[in-house]
């Protein structure tokens, strides 16, 4: 873990409520792994106090040289406004990589990166990954990327240069599949275009997952999902960002001895630290209330 200052290359506007950030940062460039996240803090005073955390989508290389990190996000509240300001040379303080990431399944053919909205951004470094070892080893990406509107659907572009097979759905229709990305990808399944021997990789609200749960249930999929909280320190001291697990399944981690993962006496749930022990879980650990 790296706590360095870190200038702003750029930040750029992609959609109504949606910018890319770059932060100059070889450091953390080099270390970041797919799913794994940086915590900002977004403004030169203790206001707002806590940082805020953000997926790493990419590292980049900088036109001047050195290496970058960027990170796609979405105005929510007063943090992510403040970084609506944030303009080329200002100064960050951030600290990361952070988190347990994404690990894509070795054992399997196809992957299937399953996105709802700015939740994409946690997924390309893990295309970027498949998409490298698919050659040589004949795998099969496919990218389905749902959002609300049409002019809500954001990084398309950067996923289609992965070389998979990219669907889009928009809750209203206004482009690709009229319905939830989630609905998208039971109709793949169901028609054979997805195969049931895949793994799935997925970031998005928590309603999403309930929906990929239950088709990972009926087809019997694994599924690896990242899991959103309010965060403060980001580094395991602050208790902030626990998530309830389930016992018999997260006793199978192989990290379980050295992870943060108590479990409640005579229950079979436990809690889980979000930035430590996650952000990234199988989906059958967590338990989605
Ligand atoms: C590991 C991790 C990775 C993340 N990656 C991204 C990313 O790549 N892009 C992105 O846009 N966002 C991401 N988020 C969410 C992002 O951190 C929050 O949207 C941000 O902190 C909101 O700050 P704010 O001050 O603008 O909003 P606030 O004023 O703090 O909150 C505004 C609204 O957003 C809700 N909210 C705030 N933080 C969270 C949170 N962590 N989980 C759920 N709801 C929240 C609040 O309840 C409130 O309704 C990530 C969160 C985590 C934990």
Known sequence: MIQTRSTVVSN????????????????????????????????????????????????????KGGVGVQVVYRVVGRGTRLMTNLRQGNEL????????????RRDKRVHVLLAGGVGAAALFMLGQEISRAAQERGLE??????AETGEKLVLQKEFAGL??????????GTAGYKGLVTGMLREAISTGRIRTDCAIYSCGPEPM????????????IPAQICIERHMMCGIGACFACICKVDKATTLKRADIESSHIQFIPEEDYGHALVCRDGPVFAIGEVILD
């Open 93 to 104: 303080d951030i600290i990361g990589p952070l988190g347990r990431g994404f690990e894509w």
């Open 209 to 220: 997952y309930r929906a990929l749960a239950a088709t990972c249930r009926q087809y019997n």
């Open 141 to 146: 990406l496919h990218v389905l990327l749902g």
């Open 12 to 63: 750029e506007q992609l959609a109504p409520d949606c910018w890319r950030l770059t932060l100059e940062s070889s450091r953390i460039g080099a270390e970041a792994k797919p799913g794994q996240f940086i915590n900002i803090k977004v403004s030169e005073t203790n206001d707002p106090l806590f940082r805020r955390p953000f997926s790493v989508f990419r590292r980049v290389d900088l036109d």
């Open 163 to 172: 070389g998979g097979i990219v669907q889009v759905s928009t809750d209203d």
